[in-house]
């Protein structure tokens, strides 16, 4: 089974709708990431947390909002998709201060129509 | 602020091939910097990583070497195989642990 697993894989809505992704993790990390990837862009941070008590903007927190519910899980929610927010997303983990290494889920591939 | 350019790919070359792809930063104090590499289909995996200036991380075969003067950190393979074809993203993490990805290069090796 997967460290880092995300659901779903692939996902398809229409704008104005409310959509969660949403990502569990079995490394026991403390740190959570959600980043989206673009053609072009790379990857952009938009909300991390360190703790369950702990959640920070990223680059591009517009439009997204997150809920830490435990150590081990870390959704991601657009209150009211919109088209440019048609993205793979990945969730990521890390094991904490001084320790730099990244471990990503496979992504979400959301398309708003 | 902190930023990772890269070159553009697409990449194409041809087994046993030389490879090697550009990447400079710009960052306040002492970034770490990484290089990631992303299977199809897959998410992003840690390829190597270098923590100050003149440190070299290697890795099955890939190397790079952080370079504090160029600011550069560019990603090299003496020969390339098929099983090398992957998007390849440098990174940069700073003090306040963003890490910072660059675009991305697509790397095709042909047989």
């Known amino acids: 089974d997967a460290d880092v697993t995300q659901t779903p894989r692939n996902r398809i809505t229409k704008t104005g709708k409310r959509i969660m992704l949403e990502c569990s993790q079995t490394?026991?990390?403390?740190?959570m990431y959600w980043y989206r990837q673009d053609p072009g862009l790379g990857l952009r941070l938009i909300y991390y947390?360190?703790?369950?008590?702990?959640?920070n903007k990223g680059e591009i927190s517009d439009g997204y909002s997150v809920s830490r519910q435990a150590q081990a899980k870390f959704s991601l929610s657009l209150e009211s998709a919109i088209p440019n927010q048609t993205a793979l997303y990945f969730c990521?983990?890390?094991?904490?201060?001084?320790?730099?290494?990244?471990?990503f889920g496979s992504g979400t591939q959301l398309s708003v129509l | 602020g902190n930023s990772v350019t890269q070159m553009e790919g697409p990449v194409t070359l041809s087994e046993e091939a030389f490879l090697t792809i550009n990447c400079t930063y710009t960052?306040?104090?002492?970034?770490?910097l990484f290089w990631y590499v992303q299977y199809p289909g897959e998410g992003l995996q840690l390829l190597l990583k270098?923590?100050?200036?003149?440190d070299k991380g290697s890795n099955k075969g890939f190397e790079a070497t952080y370079r504090k003067e160029t600011t550069s950190f560019h990603l090299e393979k003496g020969s390339v195989q098929v099983s090398d074809s992957a998007v390849y993203f440098c990174?940069?993490?700073?003090?306040?642990?963003?890490?910072?990805f660059g675009a991305g290069t697509r790397l095709t090796v042909k047989p």
């Open positions: 990174a940069l993490r700073n003090n306040n642990n963003d890490m910072r």
């Open positions: 490394k026991g990390h403390d740190r």
């Open positions: 960052a306040t104090g002492y970034p770490s």
């Open positions: 990521a983990t890390s094991e904490g201060q001084g320790s730099e290494k990244l471990f």
């Open positions: 947390s360190f703790d369950v008590k702990d959640i």
């Open positions: 270098a923590t100050k200036a003149d």
